[in-house]
């Protein structure tokens, strides 16, 4: 009775042994073995690119009619941090962006970052 329980298992173990080759003469294929690719030293993959959602928001709404030559002209408008988050207002207002105070300071961070260069509050160089 013993081998009743035993033979279940022993065709498992069977079917899943891989197959000798049916014809004769014939050699089984050899074992697919895969050695681990060698990485070269120092970074795998370049660094990613991090796009602000200021950034987003700007091209997505501003670029139409600004090109970035407007942003570091010589007679610029905008002279102070104030007076650029004024303008980014106004424009946002004008095209009724609809943008939140959140994102309209991320707009001024970006183009600030990018192009003007303003002196941050109580930082100084």
């Known amino acids: 009775m013993m081998h009743n329980k035993l033979f279940p298992a022993i065709i498992l173990a069977m079917a899943s042994m891989p197959l000798l080759a ?3 003469g014939e050699q089984p294929p050899a074992p697919d073995i895969r050695v681990p690719e060698q990485k070269p030293a120092g970074p795998s993959k370049p660094p990613a690119v991090v796009i602000s959602r200021g950034q987003l928001l700007y091209e997505n709404h501003c670029t139409r009619c600004h090109a970035s030559v ?8 905008a002279d102070s941090l104030k007076a650029l988050e004024g303008w980014v207002r106004r424009w946002s207002g004008e095209e009724k962006l609809g943008w939140s105070e959140e994102e309209i300071v991320e707009v001024v961070d970006y183009l600030n970052r990018r192009y003007y260069k303003l002196p941050l509050p109580g930082v100084k160089k």
């Open 22 to 24: 049916a014809v004769p």
């Open 70 to 77: 407007l942003h570091v002209r010589e007679n610029r408008r």
